[in-house]
């Protein structure tokens, strides 16, 4: 908690309204943490990541590719829902590791796929529909935030994983 209250503060840099390779430039000395709190919009996810203990996880060399949920995301879920996760660690964590892939996936490579295996061990449909992407039923609204260790694509629903 300690050390992500000093990324809090450290972070003063707001993302810009597009990717682009200016972002990746800006944001290429931080981690997909780092960049997800000076990002602005992740508020719940950062909280979220604390309470089920996978900072840590997500500052590691990975790479990752983390499909997140803005806090806009979050608003749509229903209170009793996000409640009942906040009470039952092991679900957060499956719920929060299935926005997350191993590697690094960028916009190019996510077009190319129609699933994706998540840390949770389920999959993410993945779908192209005009020049919009989806993750299941959520929509890339801003794709190739780079950082350190992998890349982040904004997203505007919280991903639920499949019962079984």
């Known amino acids: 908690m300690k050390k992500l209250i000093t990324i809090l503060a450290l972070a003063t840099l707001v993302l810009p309204a597009t990717a682009s390779t ?75 590791l299935y926005h997350v ?19 949770n061990g389920k999959s993410l449909r993945i779908r192209v529909v005009g020049s919009n992407v989806f993750v299941n039923n959520a929509r890339v609204t801003k794709p190739d935030v780079m950082a350190t260790n992998g890349v982040i694509h904004f997203v505007n629903r919280v991903l639920i994983p499949p019962a079984r």
């Open 22 to 96: 200016t972002t990746a430039r800006t944001h290429e000395n931080k981690n997909i943490v780092q960049t997800a709190v000076a990002a602005g919009q992740f508020k719940t996810l950062t909280k979220l990541l604390t309470r089920a203990g996978l900072v840590n996880t997500l500052q590691q060399p990975g790479p990752y590719t983390v499909f997140a949920p803005t806090d806009a995301a979050f608003k749509k879920v229903p209170k009793k829902t996000l409640t009942a996760l906040l009470r039952n660690k092991a679900k957060l964590r499956a719920v929060l």
């Open 101 to 119: 892939v191993p590697g690094k996936v960028t916009a190019t490579d996510v077009v190319k796929l129609s699933s994706a295996k998540t840390l």
